[in-house]
């Protein structure tokens, strides 16, 4: 039982401090940008979940010691069980309130930005048909093309319109579909839910920036493989203007990074079964 403990502990606290040092380094987010979302996830399921098992079995060990059920917790006296299952109740509660304050910041966030957009766009807004979407378009004098969650949908502005070929438009709506198909809102809520439980790790900070810009990459390429990687580079510089993020990116596509081979999307798959290691260690019937 003590082993397990400390093999669920450690797992949790390596990885913890180890993943988003090894992702957010090298050419992984460039190459292959799904494969390294992929690995971040898993990576902070398999960590919550070795954390919540070590603590679970703490915990249930602590109740059992005042159940006086000796012969379960063998290795520990009852008032030790009892204190460890407090602090590991402690713990949880800690990382609990952390989430969920970290958690109502967000949702007062994207409040927020729903109010801006319905108050600034409000008056100008009109429904069109522009391919297969229905998109909202916007008299605005800046190139904007966004995809929101709340009220759902992609608006563009007149002004995005007007500079775009329709090719180029229609690259630029795959990459904002892909936003909205994916989650990717909830891809970065979930990276900034992380970096809020262990706020003073600058590698998860990282991690929570670079999650903004591998959903990007993402979106990219799935525009790239619908619309062509030369439409999607030639709308970003006409939409992006000359930040240098844009510069990358473009540069990227037209060095065909978003026709990376299939091989990474079997590697994505398979990286989800990191969160059954802790399952074996926490239920393998021997400790
Ligand atoms: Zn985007």
């Known amino acids: 039982m003590a082993l397990k403990i400390m093999l669920l502990m450690e797992l949790s606290i390596m990885l913890t401090l180890l993943a988003p040092i090894v992702l957010v380094r090298g050419k992984l987010a460039s190459k292959h940008p799904m494969l390294l979302l992929s690995a971040w996830h898993s990576s902070l399921l398999t960590a919550a979940l070795a954390l919540l098992l070590a603590l679970g079995i703490l915990i249930a060990n ?7 059920h000796p012969g379960a917790i063998g ?4 008032l030790a069980a009892a204190i460890l299952a407090w602090g590991a109740l402690a713990i949880l509660g800690v ?3 952390r989430i969920w304050w970290q958690a ?8 927020e930005a729903a109010d801006r957009f319905s108050v600034f766009f409000g008056r100008s807004v ?20 966004a995809a929101l969650q709340s009220p759902r949908g992609i608006i563009v502005s007149t002004e995005a319109r007007d500079r775009l070929s329709e090719r180029e438009l229609r690259a630029v709506l795959w990459h904002e579909d892909t936003h909205l198909a994916h989650r990717h ?9 992380a970096q809020s439980c262990v706020p003073m790790l600058p590698a998860a900070e990282r991690m929570a ?10 979106a990219d390429d799935r525009a790239a493989a619908h ?31 978003s026709r990376a081979g299939n091989g990474w999307k079997l590697a994505a798959t398979a990286i989800w079964a990191a969160p059954l290691i802790p399952l074996a260690i926490a239920f393998w019937p021997v400790g």
């Open 62 to 68: 602590g109740v059992l010691a005042q159940v006086e």
């Open 75 to 78: 290795w520990l006296d009852p």
């Open 95 to 97: 990382i609990g309130v």
């Open 104 to 111: 109502d910041a967000l949702a007062k966030e994207a409040r």
């Open 126 to 145: 009109r429904h069109m048909a522009m391919g297969r979407w229905y998109v909202r378009l916007v008299e605005f004098p800046v190139p904007i093309v």
């Open 185 to 193: 809102s909830a891809a970065v809520t979930i990276g900034r839910l």
């Open 209 to 218: 920036q670079a999650t903004s810009l591998v959903v990007e990459l993402i």
């Open 227 to 257: 619309s062509g990687a030369g439409n999607v580079a030639s709308a970003l510089v006409k939409l992006g203007g000359d930040s240098e993020t844009t510069a990358l990116r473009a540069a990227r596509l037209r060095a065909g990074a």
